[in-house]
Every structure is written in structure tokens, then in C-alpha cells.
């Protein structure tokens, strides 16, 4: 009778055998350095130079974030799994944009719950869209926030008519609202990722909605990267020269078309990559607010240690529409890690844009359009 007492008051204390174990982690990173910038716009579709600037500046690899993560085992190879995710900016304190336009939210980048299982995971809510990691995975810069295919992308985006007010673009996404996404267990190294966002438009299916699908392969040091993107009614929302928010109307027509190919090959610390995008409107093509641009991309690095890596990259941006907008970028940078959770790094850049082309060197610091620009930044990026 005693064992039994013993018994009841264990299961009492840990709520029930037969629960399984669950989890839950604060994390973070917070990077931030000097940037000097010899021409900059006071956004992304000026024309102005207003001239040369040295600022502290956050984002030199990538945004700093915080966030919380959680899992819990429900048995048979499955788990519930959560992730809320937030940028911020770490020189002001100011958090990362939202979907709408001059919107702050504080987990702007993912707010998602899911299962996990040996034949995959099913994510749920706003979420970082696999495109983009596929995009990383086949450009030696990574995707950072400086020089790299992701500027390279988001310079398209400018050309296309985006403004840098909210995350909502015109080519392809970041991030998307409302995504269902699934990803596939690896099989021999090849594994697919699949993506739809209902609009949640009244009265019409097809409004707002998002669709994407990437294939991608890993494998005996080679990383190769296929994507389609497909969006109906993207980037609605223009600011008008006296500040007014100008909404568009929701046509449920598709207006967001990104392909993309990439591949990256590593042999003993040396890195080489090359990629290819086209991106249009399929129904304004050649209309005056249509866009049909496409970025060729390549890289090279060589990591000299496990501490120390130097990477370049080269994208350049064409208007197949206009000729005369076309933009070429390079950038060079290294990166020193201090310690498991501490990374110091060194880059400069260099862009040479011409028409309405205005790529940027690094994210959240606009080129004049038509303007050539250098840049420069040291900083520190530290995980917790």
C-alpha cells in the first residue's frame, strides 16, 4: 500500500507518466558596426544624393533578433513545435517592420506553430519563406545583409516599385502572412519545400494568396537550388509624393512571378557559386507598371581556418523591358570569430547603377538611382 502511495504522489509531482517532455528556449542575436556610405537617398525611389554618410548601423550580416522556440515530444517520432521571432533594431531600439505599410510588430518574422515527424513538418502562420533559404544556400555571401544575392534580390524589388515601407515587395517574399508551409525529410541529399498562403480576400479565392514551391539538394559538398514563386495582389500599397498611403484594390490576378537557380560547390575550404533569377509581372509585363528584370550572380570564398573566412560576390541587375537600367555590385568582406557565439567581420562594396536602377550595398541604406556608391563597415555580432 505504501508503494502505491509513493507511486500516486510521483505521478502527482510530474503531472503524468505517460507526458512526454516539452521545451522552451529565449534566444537572440544582437549586431551592430560602422558604416560609411559615400552616396545615399532618403529612400528607395529617391533620385537625390544627399551626400556621404558614417552612421552605427545594425544589420552588417544579418538583422539582430530575439525570439522564443519551443518543442514538445507527443511520441512516435512526432513533435509539436513553436517559434515566435522578432527583429529589432539595435541602435535604437526601434522593432522590425510589418506587412503594412510604416507598421512595427514585435515578432515581424515568424509567429508559427507546427508538427514535426520522420515524414516531415507542416509549419503554420507568418514564417520566413524557403526561398530564401535556398537562395543562401548557393551564394558564398549567404544572403547577408551586405553585398550579397539578398541585396542583389531586394535591388529588384526597387526596380519593380517597392519602397522600403513595410515587407510586403513585388518579387517574390521574406516573408509571407497566413503561409502553410512543408518541408520533406532529406533523401539522398535531395529534399523539397512547399508553400501556400490563402489570401483571406472575401468574396474572391485567389486574392492575396501565395504559392511557392523549392527543390534543393546537399551533397558531398555541393548545394544546388530551384525555386518558383507565385503571388496574387503583392506589394498593394504605394506612398504618394505628398506621404499618403495609396491602397490598391484586390484583383486576385497574378502579378508576382520569381524564378530562380542557384548552385555552390565547396572543396577544402574553397567556395565557388553562381545563380540566375528572372522576375515579371505577368500582367503588366510591358506596361509602365509592369517589371521583367532579371539578376545574374557569383561568388567566391575561401575559409582560411575554422575561425576565419574571406567571401566576394558579384550581382548584376538587367531591365530586359529598358536597357538602359542595369546595376552591377560587388563586395569583398571577412569574418573572425572571437568565439563560439561571438563574430567580428570587416566588408566593403562598391555599386554602379544606372537609369532607375537603385540596388543597394546594404540593407537599410538607399542609393540614389542612376548613382554609383561605396561602402564600408566593421562590426560585431553576438548570439545568445
Known sequence: MKSKWIAAAALAATGSAAYAQSSVTLYGVIDSGFLYQSANAGNFQSKVNLGHVYELKDGGIYSSIWGLKGTEDIGGGYKVNFKLQGAFNSSSGKTGLADAPTATAMFNQQTTVGVSSPYGSLDLGRQIVPMIY?????DVR??????????????M?????????????????LY???AIVYRSPKFYGASLALEYAPGGVAGQFQGGTRESAVLQYSNYGLNLAAVYYN?????????????TIVTAPSTGLNNNQFYYLGAQYTFRGLSVSSSYSRARDPVNTSGPKG???????????YKFSPTFKVTSGFYYLHDRNVGANHSAEYALG???NLSKNTLTYAQVGYVDNHGDMSQTIIYGA???????ATAAMIGIRHTF
Do not use: K
Open 134 to 138: 535556398a537562395m543562401a544556400d548557393t
Open 142 to 155: 549567404n544572403a547577408q545583409y551586405f553585398g550579397s544575392v539578398l541585396t542583389g534580390w531586394l535591388g
Open 157 to 173: 524589388n526597387q526596380a519593380a516599385g517597392w519602397q522600403g515601407t513595410s515587407t510586403n515587395g513585388p518579387i517574390g517574399a
Open 176 to 178: 509571407d502572412d497566413n
Open 231 to 243: 503571388g496574387h495582389d503583392t506589394n498593394p500599397f504605394t506612398t504618394t509624393s505628398t506621404g
Open 291 to 301: 517589371f521583367n528584370l532579371e539578376m545574374f550572380s557569383g561568388g567566391l570564398g
Open 334 to 336: 571577412a569574418e573572425y
Open 366 to 372: 538607399p542609393v540614389p538611382e542612376g548613382r554609383s
